[in-house]
């Protein structure tokens, strides 16, 4: 049981580069969440998703696109990079209602040149 | 400004000591919860505390919540040197605001040896 997962961990990107950040979870978990982590800033909500086929906007959606295609899976999309996105990545599940324990993964450091 | 601030946002402290951390929220909860960030890792989930209760112990850790205060408080006992990471309290969307999972900005803990 690996939990949450994510790839890559590392990623360096020039601006206006394209780039997938993916998150799969092995808990059967209906919701899946997308972060950013930035100094001084906690965690902010980008996007997330209620079960598999559906997508919905965060607190800070643009600039991002997202895809649920199968249950444990949940795809982060930045089509067209840009420095103000270097920050680091981390995606999480819970089970069944948006109040329970969220699970997270380790995370993927995106530096955008 | 974000729904959960932690309070303060550093605290260095010997082993043994005691920990105390704040959060305070501004709009309704039905739970507030804390979470552990070693460095370089992901959240991890230490505690959960519905809003019908006023305090809530799991080992070393006691949480305390003032609904009428908008404010919680987490408490580590007997500190150790493994319980240094950064600290966060979250606190979940409500029914008709799901977009806003807010995370604070985080208490960073040093347990010095």
């Known amino acids: 049981n690996a939990g949450v997962t994510q790839t890559p961990k590392f990623r360096v990107l020039k601006t206006g580069q394209s780039m997938t950040l993916l998150c799969a979870q092995d808990?059967?978990?209906?919701?899946m969440y997308w972060y950013r982590q930035d100094p001084g800033m906690g965690l902010r909500l980008i996007h997330y998703?209620?079960?598999?086929?559906?997508?919905a906007k965060g607190e800070v959606p643009d600039g991002y696109n997202v895809s649920r295609l199968k249950k444990q899976n949940f795809l982060l999309g930045l089509e067209s990079a840009a420095p103000s996105q270097t920050s680091v990545y981390f995606c999480?599940?819970?089970?069944?209602?948006?109040?329970?324990?969220?699970?997270f993964g380790p995370g993927t450091r995106l530096t955008v040149l | 400004s974000q729904q959960g601030e932690e309070d303060p946002q550093a605290l260095s402290i010997q082993e043994g000591e005691n920990a105390t951390m704040n959060c305070s929220y501004k709009?309704?909860?039905?739970?507030l919860q804390w979470y552990r960030q070693n460095s370089g890792r992901g959240l991890v989930h230490l505690i959960l505390?519905?809003?019908?209760?006023r305090e809530k112990h799991s080992g070393r850790l006691r949480v305390t919540l003032d609904t009428s205060k908008k404010s919680s408080s987490l408490l580590i006992t007997a500190s150790r040197a493994a319980d240094t990471a950064s600290y966060f309290c979250?606190?979940?969307?409500?029914?008709?605001?799901?977009?806003?999972?807010?995370f604070g900005s985080g208490t960073k803990l040093n347990v010095k040896p």
């Open positions: 709009t309704s909860i039905n739970n």
């Open positions: 998703s209620v079960g598999e086929g559906t997508t």
């Open positions: 505390i519905r809003s019908n209760e």
């Open positions: 979250a606190t979940p969307p409500g029914r008709y605001n799901f977009n806003k999972f807010y």
């Open positions: 808990m059967n978990h209906e919701y």
């Open positions: 999480a599940s819970t089970y069944g209602r948006t109040t329970d324990t969220q699970y």
